[in-house]
């Protein structure tokens, strides 16, 4: 934000944004908390769905018995189980493939982010065959919300799995 070909000097401290690329992205980076609290209500349904017994991980088990309230983490919608951040946030990641960088039709214009699809009713049609393929590397990281969530190839293959979602593959 401190580049003057990102922002420029405003009143006092303060900087204005002035680069509609950097701007394009902040639109996008406020819908993130609302579709981190729609992946993270979801994925335990969608979790069972596909044949798992999603209360009887023990990280799942463990968080659940220690909190009375369980709450989405940004809207605090009430959610059937709190879950580990570690299983949701390379989900939250593969949103990576949804987005675009769209480049501008006049020459005095520069290019933004946008998502390529409505990511709500996207994730309404694909997530559970994303989760489907996702979960396959729970058994290698033994349940391990810790592991899952600092592995690479946790984002990597959840990014594929939206690539492949997006690709028509279920």
């Known amino acids: 934000m401190s580049l003057d070909g990102v922002s ?3 009143k006092g401290y303060q900087r ?3 680069n509609r690329s950097v701007y394009s992205a902040f639109q996008i980076a406020v819908q993130l908390p609302r579709l981190y609290d729609y992946i993270y209500a979801a994925f335990p349904k969608l979790y069972n769905k596909n044949g798992g017994s ?3 991980i023990n ?3 463990s968080l659940n018995r220690r909190h009375n309230s ?3 983490p940004y809207g605090h919608e009430q959610v059937e189980y709190l879950s580990p951040d570690g299983f949701i ?4 990641y593969g949103l990576r493939a949804l987005m675009t960088i769209e480049q501008p039709q006049k020459s005095n214009d520069s290019p933004h982010v946008v998502w390529s699809q409505d990511p709500v009713p996207w994730l309404d049609q694909h997530l559970t065959s994303i989760i489907k393929r996702y979960v396959t590397i729970f058994t290698p990281w033994e349940y391990d919300p810790q592991k899952i969530g ?3 190839g946790s984002y990597q293959n959840a990014l594929d799995d939206y690539k492949l979602a997006l690709a028509g593959i279920e």
């Open 54 to 56: 999603y209360g009887k």
């Open 8 to 10: 420029s000097q405003g």
């Open 16 to 18: 204005e944004l002035s």
């Open 150 to 152: 600092k592995s690479i």
């Open 59 to 61: 990280a799942v088990k």
């Open 70 to 72: 369980h709450m989405a």
């Open 89 to 92: 946030t390379p989900l939250v």
